[in-house]
């Protein structure tokens, strides 16, 4: 049993996908939400300016004695992580590709995974590197979908919204059109589009939520290292680099509650 807080970050608000499952299936959970909503977005940057901003990410969130640490970004789980876990010897630190890359292998029927994440991460090819590594005979297709991020960011991403949609369906209709059974949303801000891409993909398609599958990996990793916490109910408390009223708002409908208290600003530049 361990009550030390779980520290969770991102470029900005896509994360919060993240924490939302964290919290429905580890309730007794206390959460240190960190988004770098002044440097947001992540995913047109290089890998050295993104292995900088998440090692400041990393020391910002080690400063609260955190028990674990998820990285809830597609753009630095792909660029990032090995050498984060290689300095952070002594921290359990989960990013999203490998529990993404699990479940498209165990869903896929016709070995046809596609894939849409931030220009960075499938620069990287993190994600055919790692389900290669699964199953050799998964045929993985790429697609980076770089206006998704901003426009999440901007609240543009309801069903009925047409500047959204049209985007989508512009990134999208190629995709779905090479066979794919299986679709990985690489980029934590996706699921905030679940409903628009599924339909246009189709019912045939299955989609895989980075998020949630990271929060079910924490959930093993914690219980096998036996670090849960046993309070009756968790909170989370959320930190932002600029605009942390603007984030408070968008945070609420992200996590699908009302906030228990106001977002806190961090100056990021000093960690
Ligand atoms: N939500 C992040 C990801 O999963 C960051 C996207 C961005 O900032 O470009 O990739």
């Known amino acids: 049993m361990d009550l030390r807080p779980i520290g969770v970050f991102d470029s900005g608000s896509g994360g919060l996908t993240a924490v939302r499952e964290i919290r429905s299936i580890l309730p007794s959970e206390n959460i240190i939400y960190f988004g770098d909503t002044s440097r947001v977005p992540y995913g047109s940057r290089s890998a050295e300016i993104l292995l900088r901003y998440a090692r400041q990410d990393v020391r910002f969130l080690r400063t609260f004695d955190i028990k674990a640490l998820v990285v809830a970004c597609g753009t630095v789980s792909t660029t990032a992580l090995p050498r984060l876990q290689a300095e952070n010897a002594d921290l359990p630190m989960l990013g999203v590709v490998e529990p993404s890359c699990r479940r498209a292998v165990s869903v896929t029927r016709n070995k046809r995974v596609g894939l849409i994440a931030t220009a960075a991460s499938v620069r990287s090819g993190a994600y055919e590197r790692t389900i290669a590594g699964l199953d050799g005979d998964i ?133």
Not at 179 to 189: N, P, Q, R, S
Not at 223 to 248: H, I, K, N, W
């Open 139 to 271: 045929t993985v297709v790429s697609k980076a979908c770089p206006l998704f991020v901003p426009l999440v960011e901007n609240g543009r991403f309801r069903v009925g919204d047409t500047v959204i949609e049209t985007v989508a369906r512009e990134y999208l209709e190629s995709l779905r059109d090479t066979g794919i059974d299986t679709l990985i949303m690489g980029c934590t801000h996706y699921p905030l589009l679940a409903e628009i891409i599924g339909r246009i993909m189709g019912p045939e398609v299955t989609l895989v939520d980075a998020g949630a599958e990271v929060a079910r990996a924490l959930k093993r990793e914690l219980t096998d290292r036996e670090l849960l916490a046993d309070r009756p109910c968790g909170e989370t408390t959320l930190y932002a680099s600029d605009r942390p009223e603007d984030f408070g708002l968008l945070a609420a409908t992200f996590l699908g509650q009302p906030l228990s208290g106001a977002v806190r600003a961090v100056d990021i530049e000093q960690y």
